[in-house]
């Protein structure tokens, strides 16, 4: 699957035709994005951005990938190229690491210096720093004006439900793996449609879950500190669960369709590596959110 060596005997590097692929895109999201923005702002814009932005960005994520994909099954791509995706995707999963650490350090900062300087903590002759009665206990919500009762989370219902199936879905796509390097493509497939499997049932239980929330427990986006950092922390969680789904439908597909080899297959590694940090972080999340 190499590209052809120029007269120097080094491989040449497949460098693709202008493409108007990024601009669309960009305009597609941007679309969804203002719906989104008008749902939560209440600015009553209606579905169409939804429908309009969504269904663009898919239209050209399809083609753009599907580019990509026959590039690669028609030999355009040398061992330079596979060594630059390789360090592209080690650098996009890096940057998702930093993404989720901002997050993870709001959640610290929120609960362990925020709120105890709040209380009064190192204030002296200073029973609080807001109003009166104002406990510096976790979760915290304010006064009730601002979001009412609301009952936290327990960590021993969906949320472990979902934890299993997560480090369940990093063992399948592992024996994906191995059967892919094997060349047991059938075995491969099987194991990759129990890890899309996996996915959704995990994405279906967080819906339930947050309806759970909404419904039951009065615990919503407003309500205080714990509501925001809650549903920041899982909801973004939520949407790469969704991608990475989405790119497991993809990467099974593929294979159903012939692509992949043995020894040349770094469209599935470079998904298995994202499907691997999905559970890293839900782990994370599953300590420091539910448990702790």
Known sequence: MSSPAPANGRQ??????PS??????????VTLIIGVWSSLE????????????GGFAA?????????????????KYSAQVDSTYRMAMAWFIFSEVMFFGAFFGALYYAREISLPWLGGEGAKGVANLL????????????????????DTMSAWGLPFINTCLLLTSGVTITMAHHALKDNKRLSCILWMWATV??????????????????????????????????FMLTGFHGMHVTLGTLML??????LMSGHFKPDSHFGFEG????????????????IFVYIL
């Open 12 to 17: 040449r590097y497949f460098v693709p035709d």
């Open 249 to 254: 439908f993809v990467i099974t597909c593929r």
């Open 20 to 29: 108007a692929w990024p601009f669309l895109l960009t305009a597609g999201l």
């Open 42 to 53: 209440d600015k009553n814009l209606g579905p169409l951005p939804y429908y309009l932005g």
């Open 131 to 150: 109003w009166t009665g104002f406990e510096a206990n976790w979760p915290s919500n304010g006064p009730a004006a601002l979001g009412g009762y609301f």
């Open 271 to 286: 998904v298995a590596w994202y499907w691997h940090f999905v559970d890293v972080v839900w782990v994370g999340l599953f």
């Open 59 to 75: 239209y050209i994520i399809f083609r753009w990938f599907r580019g990509v994909a026959l590039e690669s099954e028609g030999g």
């Open 197 to 230: 499997a996996l996915g959704a049932i995990f994405l279906y239980c967080q819906a339930v879950e947050y309806i759970h929330a909404y419904k039951e427990l009065n615990l919503t986006m407003h309500s205080g500190v714990y509501g925001s950092t809650f």
